[in-house]
Each structure stands twice: as structure tokens, then as C-alpha cells.
T-cell receptor, first 109, second 115 residues
Framework: GQQVMQIPQYQHVQEGEDFTTYCNSS?????IQWYKQRPGGHPVFLIQ?????EVKKQKRLTFQFGEAKKNSSLHITATQTTDVGTYFC?????????FGTGTSLTVIP | KAGVTQTPRYLIKTRGQQVTLSCSPI?????VSWYQQTPGQGLQFLFE???????NKGNFPGRFSGRQFSNSRSEMNVSTLELGDSALYLC??????????????FGEGSRLTVL
């Protein structure tokens, strides 16, 4: 069945280091969204990518959608303690969103 | 503007019981979807409702059901609870006019523990 794989599952970084999480789908996606969930909180929308090869930036966050619309990445430059949380991708295909398993980011001060 | 409201926030049930969870979407949002979140499986789609009609359903057994009322509030029910149903159940609503792919606004979730 449809799956969206996300790696790594966990990432520990020193404050100031960069961080990247990757999502891969077994099928072509209509679009992909990214969410952040703080510990004990609920997922909060970050961004949506729709076009093949699309790149979007939000301050220190850079989001990419692959040319084949099967993969995506989120890159954070110079992490801060406020970046702590779990980052999920959610790919849309077949009339529903398929969420990746998430990458839990820990930032060590 | 109030966010998505889910009740109850926490509940404990025993195997074999049934449970009903409630979700009130953001005012004006007519689409409500439900997700099950567990540490091992992440977020898994249960179903989506729009204008009181189930628009899509995930791969869950028939013990999981839902409905939506005319005011867009939604409920989900799980019958004959199993230990594996312990999870955080998240409800999300969507902006009108965004079709099937608009941003999801999540509630805080209902944390169900089955003993």
C-alpha cells in the first residue's frame, strides 16, 4: 500500500548545527505538506509544496519537493532550541494524506 | 477565533468497552478528519467528513466509525476496545475553498488509554 517513509527517526544536534529530514513516497504525490509537533502538543502546519522541483524558504527553514514529486526534504540552518519537536511530512495522494513517521529533533544547547 | 476543540482530552477505558470522542472544528470549517497517532505508526488517517458525508476512509477495522453533524461538529466511535487502540486521536479541520488539500488545523487531541 501507499507509504511515506521519513528519515531519520531521531536526530540530536548541537545548537547552531544544521538539520535535515527526508521523506520518500512510493507513489507520485499531488502535493506535500510539512508539520511541526512540539512535545506534548499537536501538529502545526508549516508549509505546502505543490510544484515539481519547488523550493520554499521560511527564515532558517528550506523545503524542497522533488522533480518526480515523490520525495521532499526540510532543512533547518543553524538550529535553535526553539526548533525542538517532531517534524512530519504529509503527502497527498488517492484522496488522503499519508503522514511520514516523523523525525524527532533534539537540540543540545 | 477559537481553534479546533476536542473532548475529552484524556480518558481511560477497559478492553471491550466503547468510546466516543468529539471534535468541534474552527468556525466556518466544514471538513473534519480524524487521525490516530501512536509512537510506532505515526499519524494514520481514519476518515474525513464534509457536509455530514464521509468523503474518505482509511484502513481501519469497522470498529472505528464516525459521523458529522449539520453544525460540522464530528464524533468518532470505537467499539469493542482493544489494547492496541491506545493512542492520541487527533481531529483536524480544513479551510473552506481549499479543496482536498488545504492546510490541516489540528486540535489538541484525545488521549485514550485502554487497560
Amino acid at each position: 500500500g501507499q507509504q511515506v517513509m521519513q528519515i531519520p527517526q531521531y536526530q540530536h544536534v548541537q545548537e547552531g548545527e544544521d538539520f535535515t529530514t527526508y521523506c520518500n513516497s512510493s507513489t507520485t504525490l499531488s502535493n506535500i505538506q510539512w508539520y511541526k509537533q512540539r512535545p506534548g502538543g499537536h501538529p502545526v502546519f508549516l508549509i505546502q509544496l505543490v510544484k515539481s522541483g519547488e523550493v520554499k524558504k521560511q527564515k532558517r527553514l528550506t523545503f524542497q519537493f522533488g522533480e518526480a514529486k515523490k520525495n521532499s526534504s526540510l532543512h533547518i540552518t543553524a538550529t535553535q532550541t526553539t526548533d525542538v519537536g517532531t517534524y512530519f511530512c504529509a503527502g497527498y495522494t488517492g484522496n488522503q494524506f499519508y503522514f511520514g513517521t516523523g523525525t524527532s529533533l533534539t537540540v543540545i544547547p | 477565533k477559537a481553534g479546533v476543540t476536542q473532548t475529552p482530552r484524556y480518558l481511560i477505558k477497559t478492553r471491550g468497552q466503547q468510546v466516543t470522542l468529539s471534535c468541534s472544528p474552527i468556525s466556518g470549517h466544514r471538513s473534519v478528519s480524524w487521525y490516530q497517532q501512536t509512537p510506532g505508526q505515526g499519524l494514520q488517517f481514519l476518515f474525513e467528513y464534509f457536509s455530514e458525508t464521509q468523503r474518505n476512509k482509511g484502513n481501519f477495522p469497522g470498529r472505528f466509525s464516525g459521523r458529522q453533524f449539520s453544525n460540522s461538529r464530528s464524533e468518532m466511535n470505537v467499539s469493542t476496545l482493544e489494547l492496541g487502540d491506545s493512542a492520541l486521536y487527533l481531529c483536524a479541520s480544513r479551510l473552506p475553498g481549499t479543496g482536498l488539500t488545504g492546510e490541516l488545523f489540528f486540535g489538541e487531541g484525545s488521549r485514550l488509554t485502554v487497560l
